[in-house]
């Protein structure tokens, strides 16, 4: 399996306060990815990393922020946490962009905003 | 990216072969049709992946006929532990900046 940790796994938080995810590897990959799971929804990608410092938004970046100062670290942050950000959260890696390059996912954190 | 269809659920028993079918009319060129294996409480996981004809690994084979518009993952002799949601995406992820689009699978639910 691939080195892909998330941490919390699970967490319970209030409406409004900051909350951060973090996803480390030990892959050395390049690509981090942010999706969440919903019913009914599927994964949908919230936000990307293509390097060190270097990110872009996903179809639900909303709301959502990340940060990647290091490699192996890609941080997601509810700057102020909703109920509707309650949520199955993966991240994913892999070492080069695009379909044909397979992505490895993370176990999940899961979210509940009260 | 390529939209595709595929059924939400499907039943099946221990032994048997189980072949789940994605349409994807309006595949482009230069895409590629991968299917990803998501059991309860996990994150997804790559099975296979194809362009044209058919492609077999350890755990499935992959059937895409000449005009690509539709793709078979097949798996054989399934057991209970192949219960899980099997998603068909489609793209060659160049022009997609390697979002994977998942839509909602297909729950494959192997019974004794």
């Known amino acids: 399996d691939a080195g892909i940790t998330q941490s919390p796994r699970h967490k319970v938080t209030e409406t409004g306060t900051p909350v951060t995810l973090r996803c480390h590897q030990t892959e050395n990959h390049r690509y981090m990815y942010w999706y969440r799971q919903d019913p009914g929804h599927g994964l949908r990608l919230i936000h990307y990393?293509?390097?060190?410092?270097?990110?872009d938004k996903g179809e639900v970046s909303d709301g959502y922020s990340v940060s990647r100062s290091k490699t192996e670290d890609f941080l997601l942050t509810l700057e102020s946490a909703t109920s509707s950000q309650t949520s199955v959260y993966f991240c994913?890696?892999?070492?080069?962009?695009?379909?044909?390059?397979?992505?490895?996912f993370g176990p999940g954190t899961r979210l509940t905003v009260t | 990216l390529a939209k595709t269809t595929q059924p939400i659920s499907m039943d099946s028993y221990e032994g048997q072969e189980v072949n789940i079918t994605c349409s994807h009319n309006?595949?482009?060129?230069?895409?590629?049709i991968t299917w990803y294996q998501q059991f309860p409480s996990q994150g997804p996981r790559f099975i296979i992946q194809?362009?044209?004809t058919k492609v077999t690994n350890e755990v499935a084979s992959l059937f895409i006929p000449a005009d690509r518009k539709s793709s078979t993952l097949s798996l054989p002799r399934v057991s209970l532990s192949d219960t899980a949601v099997y998603y068909c995406l489609v793209g060659d992820g160049h022009n997609q900046g390697g979002k994977l689009i998942f839509g909602q699978g297909t729950e494959l639910s192997v019974k004794p």
């Open positions: 990393s293509y390097g060190v410092k270097d990110t």
């Open positions: 194809g362009y044209k």
């Open positions: 309006n595949i482009a060129t230069n895409d590629y």
């Open positions: 994913a890696i892999s070492e080069e962009q695009g379909l044909n390059y397979e992505q490895y």
